[in-house]
């Protein structure tokens, strides 16, 4: 089945403990990109990225990593998490042009 | 990619069509227009996209006005399943930077 997989669904961590959300979709897809959802602000994107190794910033990059080493996986890093950063994440991932975007299921993430 | 503007919510009856508006009055000729929706506890879904004319899906219809400055996705008939957040967004084809927005938070009324 075609999907973007997304782990841990729920994480729970305190201020400055590094965490990696990973992204895996098994469609072959160049483009895959991160968003964040909190209340009242929509989805907005934090990174994105073209193909292996082309990353970019999204208009929310400030507090995270990505990489991109494998075509199929796109993991979101937290260095060092901060309160500000509880939200809700989604990864996604299309075919380069006018494809769909494919979501995952989401993270949900608390920073205490 | 052009910035979109869309109402924060709309209602409609069940069994009755809606039709959920999209402004993107800076949208270029080669933007694409896309729709998504986000049902509760769930990640966004596509719905149609298109990029002069009209569209039509299982799902919904996408009408493009001519100057392609507005659309709007037609839902034939609503279900209580329809009820989700709606998106607009527009892009040149790969996604580059892509902002959804807020969206239409769409109740559908047994």
């Known amino acids: 089945e075609a999907q973007v997989t997304q782990n841990p669904r729920y994480l729970i961590t305190v201020t400055g403990k590094k965490l990696t959300v990973t992204c895996s979709q098994n469609?072959?897809?160049?483009?895959m990109s991160w968003y964040r959802q909190d209340p009242g602000l929509g989805l907005r994107q934090i990174y994105y990225?073209?193909?292996?190794?082309?990353?970019d910033k999204g208009d929310v990059p400030e507090g995270y990593k990505v990489s991109r080493k494998e075509k199929r996986n796109f993991p979101l890093i937290l260095e060092s998490p901060s309160p500000n950063q509880t939200s809700l994440y989604f990864c996604?991932?299309?075919?380069?042009?006018?494809?769909?975007?494919?979501f995952g299921s989401g993270t949900q993430l608390s920073v205490l | 990619d052009a910035k979109t503007t869309q109402p924060n919510s709309m209602e409609s009856n069940e069994e009755e069509p809606v039709h959920l508006p999209c402004n993107h009055s800076?949208?270029?000729?080669?933007?694409?227009i896309h729709w998504y929706r986000q049902l509760p506890s769930q990640g966004p879904e596509y719905v149609i996209h298109?990029?002069?004319s009209n569209v039509n899906n299982r799902m919904a219809s996408l009408a493009i006005a001519e100057d392609r400055k507005s659309s709007t996705l037609i839902l034939h008939r609503a279900t209580l399943r329809d009820a989700a957040v709606y998106y607009c967004?527009?892009?040149?084809?790969?996604?580059?930077?892509?902002?959804f927005g807020i969206g239409t938070k769409l109740q559908v009324i047994p």
């Open positions: 996604a991932s299309s075919p380069l042009v006018a494809g769909k975007l494919f």
């Open positions: 469609m072959n897809h160049e483009y």
């Open positions: 990225s073209m193909n292996v190794e082309v990353t």
């Open positions: 800076t949208i270029s000729g080669t933007d694409y």
């Open positions: 298109g990029l002069t």
């Open positions: 967004i527009s892009d040149s084809g790969g996604y580059q930077k892509v902002t």
